[in-house]
């Protein structure tokens, strides 16, 4: 199926810094989603991206549909402990099949 | 509450023995999907229903059977389990195709020894 490459796999940062991943693939998606999974649980949708050069905001959170269609970025300004968790870039595929990245292990440290 | 409920949360059983996982969302969505994730492998999808009676394989097919008699319901049945197919299983629904604003459950760990 369809990969999506997600960056970077993990990352160990101090509470209060900025944080970046992406998500990048080799085919057009007409949709990005992120979601974020913490311990235990599944994932929770997190933002939704329709359209190419779409900026969303939720909170802390940023995400950017790429203009190429072929990539995606999700910023998380001013971390805090909670913040902890695997975040996963989404998209459909062909009708009905879904491809996930990989994930980026995000860890806050006081 | 919008709620996906998976049962059982936790299972262990042994090589060969046929186990069905449940899966049952409220929302009345029409797609329902099924997901195996692994260390370093994210989520991988193994099948998914657009509609009631209607299934296809996703990435992963391989070992897994999926029926879907009513919009509710979506079961993953492991006819003969192996090791290899250890894994946390997540059930989604959403109210259209794919993964689009998918809400999931809360996953069940299964263990095959």
């Known amino acids: 199926g369809q990969q999506l490459n997600q960056s970077p796999q993990s990352m160990f940062i101090q509470e209060g810094e900025d944080v970046s991943m992406n998500c990048t693939s080799s085919?057009?998606?007409?949709?990005w989603l992120w979601y974020k999974q913490e311990p235990g649980e599944g994932p929770v949708l997190l933002i939704a991206l329709y359209k190419a050069g779409e900026l969303t905001s939720n909170g802390r959170l940023t995400a950017q549909f790429g203009i190429t269609r072929k990539d995606s970025f999700l910023n998380i300004s001013a971390s805090i402990p909670s913040d902890v968790g695997i975040y996963f870039c989404a998209g459909p595929a062909n009708a009905g099949k879904s491809t996930f990245g990989d994930g980026t292990t995000l860890t806050v440290k006081p | 509450e919008a709620q996906v409920t998976q049962n059982p949360r936790y299972l262990i059983t042994v090589t060969g023995k046929k186990l069905t996982v449940t899966c049952s969302q409220n929302?009345?969505?029409?797609?329902m999907s099924w997901y195996r994730q692994d260390p370093g492998l994210g989520l991988r999808q193994i099948y998914y229903?657009?509609?009631?009676?209607?299934?296809d394989k996703g990435d992963v097919p391989e070992g897994y059977k999926v029926s879907r008699k009513e919009k509710r319901n979506f079961p993953l049945i492991l006819e003969s389990p192996s090791p290899n197919q250890t894994s946390l299983y997540f059930c989604?629904?959403?109210?259209?195709?794919?993964?689009?604003?998918?809400?999931f459950g809360q996953g069940t760990r299964l263990t095959v020894v």
């Open positions: 085919s057009i998606f007409n949709t």
């Open positions: 229903s657009m509609n009631v009676e209607v299934t």
């Open positions: 929302m009345n969505h029409e797609y």
């Open positions: 989604a629904s959403s109210l259209s195709s794919g993964p689009a604003e998918a809400f």
